[in-house]
């Protein structure tokens, strides 16, 4: 495949790596001293393009993709409030989108657990779920996008809960969600159900960053001939 990688950064140069490693070639590489170059004149002949910039750019980022005809991977968080316009945009231009808030196999079955878990416990009204995520320094959204996606379907998949909010509550109706930022972690999240004698947790913890990088590879791989918005759930076949 012939890539274009907006957002060069750790995460760009992973994916650079991840994808030359598996025979793609990079055509076009965009941070914010080039963002000029992001026009279909310049992005038109690639395959696909990886957005993993910042949550100030990625919308206007996955539209300028969209509307050139090519292929999207989006693994930047922070922006999910716009999300839904840039899916519709791709739907109605018959275009071909991927969003994911992780791209870590074992993030994503985590996911599907985290889902199943929570209607299991809607029978325990005893344990009070919480959720910890710990990351670099570096980064610039908090919570993380996979907590929010964890707290978002405890939210929806549980009778009891109703919201969540970034910080310790005491309202049995919301969900704490606690981001630490400490030196270079990858990426850590725990889902934690406490009753008053004994504790339940989901975990996952990343190991390096290029587990990311892989799994965003293997995305745009399964786009390949694909139109449509997808997710890391139909790679999966979750």
């Known amino acids: 495949m012939r ?12 994916i650079e790596k991840a994808a030359m490693e598996r025979g793609h070639k990079v055509i076009l590489k965009i941070d914010k001293y080039n963002s000029d170059q992001l026009i279909p004149d ?9 957005e993993f910039s910042t949550p100030e750019t990625a919308e206007s980022n996955v539209n300028a993709c969209i509307d050139a005809g090519v292929p999207v991977v989006c693994g930047t968080t922070g922006w999910t409030d716009r999300l839904a316009v840039s899916e519709t945009r791709c739907k109605e231009t018959g275009g071909t989108f991927l969003y994911g808030s992780n791209f870590s196999i074992g993030v994503n079955i985590m996911f599907q657990i985290n889902r199943w878990l929570a209607e299991v416990m809607n ?6 779920p ?3 995520e710990i990351h670099h320094i570096h980064k610039k959204d908090s919570p993380s996008g996979t907590a929010v996606t964890l707290a978002g379907d405890i939210s929806e998949k549980s009778t009891r809960i109703k919201n969540w909010t970034n910080e310790h509550t005491d309202d049995p109706d919301i969900l704490d969600v606690i981001s630490e930022r400490t030196g270079e972690v990858p990426g850590t999240h725990t889902v934690t159900y406490k009753s008053p004698l004994e504790i339940l947790e989901i975990s996952h913890r990343a190991l390096d960053r290029s587990v990311f990088a892989a799994g965003a590879v293997m995305a745009a791989e399964f786009l390949k001939e694909k139109t449509g918005v997808f997710r890391m759930e139909d790679l999966l076949k979750f």
């Open 3 to 14: 890539t274009v990688i907006i957002g060069y950064g750790k995460m760009g140069r992973a």
């Open 123 to 128: 029978k325990f009204p005893e344990f009070s």
């Open 42 to 50: 310049m992005i038109g002949g690639a395959d696909v393009a990886f």
């Open 130 to 132: 919480s959720i910890s």
